[in-house]
């Protein structure tokens, strides 16, 4: 097991289309965490799953966002109609208990222009 | 709703010599956890340490260890015999123990180490 891995490490798109993030777990990780951290800050919770159930949702999930877990294995965020302000790195995490530190992946940037 | 603040954007250190890192925190909740992350330039956050607010014992792992005060709400993290691998960004995090499983991050402290 090589950790937490996200896909695609780099993403430029144009504003107003849509982009989906995928991150694969450690295999034995029942939970799974997505954060966004813009330059200069730490990073800030989106949401996350426990197995395949989607438990908590921050506020700055906006309908444009939607994240899935299916199965209870990776998960995807998509972000649709891309806005410049979306422009942050998208970090995954995940852990098998929890009051443990999470396992971060090395995140997806996105460039919004 | 409970805030991390680390009142130190930048701080460096000569190598093999010792560095404190500030972290405060403000909740209303007895048990919690708090954690010390580290992120490299190659951006993968690190857990360095992690420390249980009912746990009176101050955590240390090999040359990291923390000053847990938790009357003043006080989290610092403690850096022996500094290394070049030790450069990185630090942020330290707060987690409730009441159902909520979201990490709350201050907005770090840059470490350099000097050689």
């Known amino acids: 097991d090589t950790g937490v891995s996200q896909d695609p490490r780099h993403k430029i798109t144009k504003r107003g289309q849509n982009v989906t993030f995928r991150c694969d777990p450690i295999?034995?990780?029942?939970?799974l965490y997505w954060y966004r951290q813009t330059l200069g800050q730490g990073p800030e919770f989106l949401t996350y799953?426990?197995?395949?159930?989607?438990?908590?949702k921050s506020r700055l999930l906006s309908d444009r966002f939607s994240a899935e877990r299916p199965k209870g294995s990776f998960s995807t965020l998509e972000i649709q109609r891309t806005e410049q302000g979306d422009s942050a790195m998208y970090l995954c995490a995940s852990s098998l208990e929890e009051n443990y530190g999470y396992t971060f992946g090395s995140g997806t940037r996105l460039t919004v222009v | 709703a409970q805030t991390v603040t680390q009142s130190q954007p930048e701080m460096s250190v000569q190598e093999a010599e010792t560095v404190t890192l500030s972290c405060t925190y403000d909740?209303?909740?007895?048990?919690?956890?708090l954690f010390w992350y580290k992120q490299p330039p190659s951006r993968q956050m690190i857990l360095v340490i992690r420390?249980?607010?009912?746990?009176?014992q101050n955590a240390t792992e090999n040359r990291f260890s923390v000053n847990f005060q938790k009357a003043a709400k006080s989290f610092s993290l403690k850096i022996s015999d500094s290394q070049l691998g030790d450069a990185a960004m630090y942020f330290c995090a707060y987690r409730t123990n009441f159902g909520n499983e979201k990490l709350t991050f201050g907005t770090g402290t840059r470490l350099t180490i000097i050689p």
């Open positions: 420390q249980e607010a009912y746990k009176q």
């Open positions: 909740t209303s909740e007895s048990d919690y956890y």
């Open positions: 799953f426990q197995n395949e159930a989607q438990l908590e």
């Open positions: 295999s034995e990780h029942n939970r």
